[in-house]
């Protein structure tokens, strides 16, 4: 039983580009969630996603960051025009449910560097 | 709004000394509590978890209980090895059905044989 993947585990990006991190959530989950971890701090919520779904994206930065969770393939939170602040690791999470304590199950992490 | 506070690091012990991280929380309602572990180059592994005060979530030799009186999911353990060394996060997800995971700012533990 496979767990949450994500893709690439690192990506190097110049500013002004653009960067791409998939995620396949577990087998059976259909609730995808996006998490951005700062250097030496915690994870922030970014956006919440059902299949073809946005449910909630309050935590996104509402300029260049734009996602998605078509109804076949993986999830893909898409970064454009990167800029060095975007250097993070981003985790992606998944649950079968949204319910009261429903865990979240996590990636690996995405560890994106802006040059 | 919902937040969480945990003790900084980082914290470095001897191998089978006891280990406390200290984890308070604030929030409306009853939330649920949560710890996950960060290992070097890893994502986060959920540790043990507590829904309700007074539970004790337990795993791997890890322990909190939920305790509201103090607003508290202190994490510990009674004897530490070197492979424990990790980052460790306390969580809490809103009450009423809420998804959004409040993480505390983590706290690295360094175990030295």
């Known amino acids: 039983n496979a767990g949450v993947m994500q893709n690439p585990r690192h990506l190097v990006r110049r500013r002004g580009q653009e960067a791409r991190l998939r995620c396949s959530p577990m087998?059976?989950?259909?609730?995808v969630y996006w998490y951005r971890q700062l250097p030496e701090e915690g994870l922030k919520f970014m956006v919440y996603?059902?299949?073809?779904?946005?449910?909630?994206e309050s935590g996104m930065p509402k300029e260049r960051f734009s996602a998605e969770f078509p109804k076949e393939g993986p999830s893909i939170l898409r970064i454009q025009q990167v800029v060095r602040g975007d250097s993070a690791a981003y985790f992606c999470?998944?649950?079968?449910?949204?319910?009261?304590?429903?865990?979240?199950?996590f990636g690996p992490g995405t560890r994106l560097t802006v040059l | 709004g919902n937040s969480v506070t945990q003790m900084e690091g980082p914290v470095t012990l001897s191998e089978e000394a006891f280990l406390t991280i200290n984890c308070t929380y604030t929030?409306?309602?009853?939330?649920?509590l949560f710890w996950y572990v960060q290992y070097p180059g890893e994502g986060l592994q959920l540790l043990l978890k507590?829904?309700?005060?007074?539970d004790k979530g337990s795993n791997k030799g890890f322990e909190a209980t939920y305790r509201k009186e103090t607003t508290s999911f202190h994490l510990e353990k009674g004897s530490v090895q070197v492979s424990d060394s990790a980052v460790y996060f306390c969580?809490?997800?809103?009450?009423?059905?809420?998804?959004?995971?409040?993480f505390g700012t983590g706290t690295r533990l360094k175990v030295l044989a």
């Open positions: 999470a998944s649950s079968p449910d949204r319910g009261l304590a429903d865990t979240q199950y």
């Open positions: 087998k059976g989950h259909s609730h």
């Open positions: 996603l059902q299949k073809e779904n946005i449910i909630d």
């Open positions: 929030a409306t309602g009853y939330p649920s």
């Open positions: 507590a829904t309700k005060a007074d």
């Open positions: 969580a809490l997800t809103g009450t009423s059905g809420t998804y959004k995971y409040i």
